[in-house]
């Protein structure tokens, strides 16, 4: 491949010739101009193929200039591993057949496009357009150039890079990389997503020790500082270094391509999902030309974000933003437009990581503070520029997918740029996902319409019975938004909705509350799915898991050795994180879960903290710390304890104040009769399971010992995962319950426990359970 690049250079580059016959003048500034007027300048619309578009907009073109747009598609071919090489020697070879004297691909150089090295995404592929417009400017401008130029140019790649990046780039960002890895090899890795580039140099920044906005030197010093672990050769994509920094995937796409196909299907999809928000911020693209241009852009501005078309931001968000930006109109006198300043950082060209940077530095985090409000409205005023390419983004939907995918978050405590270029890096999987199961999307606003389906909407009332059940339990409730009610939270819990209301009320009240009850009632994954819904898109919610070697140092603030292990650094644990998130967005509620909260030594771990958990309004001096520091009223907590852990003994009067106390045990609400409310909705055929656990709980005489439901909701549940689940992990856990008491277990076998409850198919009671 790099040999056949190798020709293109030569021929094609240095001198005016051709690729596939060397002699013949093909590649000069009249075939590129021909090229222009023909092809690029004149676009079919119509709906046949592109070979069969291409022959007529060729049409009275000469054959070196068909010659030459056959040897452009060679250059573009070269790259991509997802198109096999029989296919691009007859795309080739259909457009070389346009010719009055056709020629043929050299032997060589048609085996050499059974290669490639990379998989490019579905949009070079479907977009190929774009691409050979990129291609055809590129040569038009080259040729322009002397042959001094040309020779500086292919000497110094930082230069090639100069003149390939000052052209108009089409929407061929692909193209444009793929050149810059072609011709030179050695500067440039073989790596076309931009999005990935900045991914690597954010993730591995500690790396580039030589300050520089070029991705591609940062990529260069990444490089240097990895090869000595990896080798001179390693690829950022082995997995080995992939998993640093990308969020990988475990083989869950095929289901949710299945059922975003079924809402691509839907005629109304462009509708619902697609032309409003191009007519939402169309005022926006009129706000940035007249910035560009230094005309009036507040009022487009203000109208692009308040239209009836725009249910894309959050309303509360965007105008704290609006406000603020006013308000540097009128004291523009006394500093400059910071508002101005930020706007124009990030509408100008380039890549997406700067401008987001540049732009959140100069918006301040009072007025947007949480990463997902501010991710949210920056987002938003990037599809002024490019719609189809920079959708707007939403924490809670991309969750969602994440899960549904089984595809690992962002790592925690990412910047907001980080945050965004991950969520492109999903979409651009999830085209990628779904070109390879028949389903192809146009770009990556279709990809994120077809996220907020999946994550939002009920399945479609033309869809079988059996669909929309299906679809149900594979999805699994209701994403948590910050617009969900509790009562829709509470449906999708299959709880009754005054449970969560009185445990908000509470949390309003004191801002702590501890779930207690049983292993298995469900109470990690309430207090998530409620710190979720509560914090929204404005707020921020931390996890962290409590257990015995657990200190002060880890939860609060210590010293931890430094990187490179030459002494030691002052590091904040996640609560002090938890608390400047609270501090620098005061407006968003942030909730910090502690799981297994009674598992830790809680005096040693939470040192002052029991006196500024009940006087919030009050302040200390922290151990580590000269500064006085107070817990943010909008800083929630929510614990859980496991009652039947014996280290409940720990848990103090004092703290027992602080927190209010809700119990999750299996005979009181909310936990009481939640599997037989699941089993009535997923699980029909296996409701004599919440007998057997009643059951169970009847012979056990002990709440706090009692057996769970959580143990069996489980989409894949059958009569087999029962009692895989009975025989390796309920009766494990009764075997410990009942330590000194063996002879008790054989009243606990599923068989056993099963019979009185046991239906035959018709739903009647067998014989066995009427004896």
């Not at 090489?85 to 004297?101: N, P, Y």
């Not at 002052?608 to 009223?633: A, C, G, I, M, V």
Request: aromatic fraction near 10%; charge should be negative; proline fraction near 5%.
């Amino acid at each position: 491949m790099y040999e056949a690049m190798q020709i293109v250079i030569d021929n094609g580059l240095r001198r005016d010739g051709s690729v596939f016959t060397p002699d013949e003048a093909v590649w000069t500034a009249e075939n590129f101009a021909a090229l222009r007027r023909h092809f690029s300048e004149q676009p079919d619309l119509g709906t046949d193929t592109y070979v069969q578009k291409l022959r007529r907009q060729l049409a009275g073109v000469t054959d070196p200039a068909i010659q030459l747009m056959a040897e452009l598609h060679f250059v573009h071919l070269l790259v991509p591993l997802s198109i096999s090489g029989a296919k691009k020697r007859g795309i080739i070879e259909t457009i070389l057949s346009f010719m009055q004297l056709p020629v043929s691909v050299p032997v060589p150089l048609a085996e050499a496009l059974d290669h490639g090295f990379i998989n490019p995404g579905i949009f070079f592929q479907t977009r190929r357009n774009h691409q050979l417009i990129y291609l055809i400017e590129f040569g038009e401008a080259w040729k322009a150039l002397s042959t001094t130029d040309h020779a500086k140019l292919l000497a110094d790649p930082w230069a090639f890079k100069q003149f390939a990046f000052g052209l108009p780039v089409h929407s061929a960002y692909t193209q444009r990389e793929c050149l810059l890895h072609l011709v030179h090899t050695e500067a440039f890795e073989a790596m076309v997503s931009r999005e990935h580039k900045q991914l690597i140099a954010k993730r591995f920044a500690a790396a580039i020790t030589e300050p520089t906005d070029d991705v591609d030197r940062q990529i260069r010093q990444v490089r240097n500082a990895l090869s000595s672990t990896y080798g001179d050769d390693f690829n950022f994509y082995d997995e080995r270094v992939r998993q640093q920094w990308q969020a990988g995937g475990s083989g869950a796409w095929a289901e949710f391509v299945k059922w975003a196909k079924k809402f691509y299907e839907d005629p109304s999809f462009d509708i619902e999902e697609r032309d409003y928000k191009l007519d939402a911020v169309r005022p926006l693209s009129e706000a940035r030309e007249a910035l560009l241009r230094g005309d009036e852009w507040r009022p487009l501005l203000r109208t692009g974000f308040h239209n009836r078309k725009n249910n894309l931001t959050d309303w509360r968000a965007h105008d704290r933003f609006l406000n603020w930006v006013e308000a540097q109109d009128r004291d523009v006198a006394a500093g400059g437009d910071t508002a101005e300043a930020a706007l124009a950082a990030l509408w100008r060209d380039g890549d997406v990581a700067p401008r987001l940077d540049a732009f959140l530095d100069l918006v301040p985090t009072s007025e947007l503070g949480a990463v997902g409000a501010r991710l949210n409205i920056a987002s938003y005023l990037l599809m002024a520029q490019a719609p189809t390419e920079h959708p707007v983004y939403k924490p809670s939907l991309f969750k969602r997918a994440r899960d549904l995918t089984q595809t690992a978050s962002p790592p925690a405590g990412g910047s907001p740029s980080e945050v965004y270029l991950a969520a492109l890096d999903f979409l651009d999987r999830f085209i990628e996902e779904s070109a390879t199961r028949g389903l192809v999307l146009r770009d990556r606003l279709d990809a994120q319409g077809l996220v907020w389906c999946i994550a939002k909407y009920d399945a479609g009332t033309e869809w079988t019975k059996e669909e929309q059940l299906a679809f149900d339990n594979w999805r699994g409730g209701e994403t948590s938004e910050d617009e969900s009610t509790l009562d829709q939270l509470a449906a999708s819990l299959y709880f009754k909705s005054d449970f969560l209301d009185r445990v908000v009320k509470l949390l309003r009240q004191k801002r702590q509350v501890i779930f207690h009850g049983p292993p298995g009632t469900g109470k990690t994954y309430v207090a998530r799915k409620l710190a979720e819904h509560l914090a929204g898109t404005e707020g921020s919610v931390e996890l962290v898991q409590f257990h015995p070697s657990y200190s002060y140092e880890d939860f609060v603030q210590g010293y931890r050795p430094a990187e490179g292990g030459e002494g030691f650094v002052l590091r904040d644990g996640p609560l002090l994180r938890a608390a400047k998130r609270a501090l620098d967005s005061p407006q968003g509620t942030h909730v910090l879960i502690i799981d297994e909260i009674n598992r830790g030594n809680l005096a040693k771990v939470l040192g002052e903290l029991y006196f500024l958990l009940e006087y919030r309004n009050e302040e200390l001096t922290l151990q580590y710390s000269d500064t006085p520091f107070r817990l943010p009223k909008n800083l929630w907590v929510i614990a859980t304890m496991n009652t039947a852990d014996r280290s409940i003994a720990i848990v103090d009067g004092a703290l027992r104040r602080r927190f209010y106390f809700v119990p999750f045990f299996p005979n009181e609400p909310p936990v009481e009769g939640l599997l037989a409310r699941w089993l009535e909705a997923n699980k029909r055929d296996l409701a004599w399971i919440t007998g057997v656990v009643d059951s169970a709980n009847a012979l056990l005489k002990d709440r706090h010992a009692a057996i769970g439901p959580s143990h069996f909701m489980r989409d894949d549940l059958d009569e087999t995962w029962v009692e895989l689940i009975w025989k390796h992990s309920v009766l494990p856990y009764i075997a410990e319950q009942l330590f000194g008491e063996e002879e008790r277990l054989d009243e606990f076998t599923l068989a056993s426990l099963r019979r009185p409850h046991a239906r035959d198919a018709s739903g009647e009671e067998t014989s066995s359970a009427a004896d």
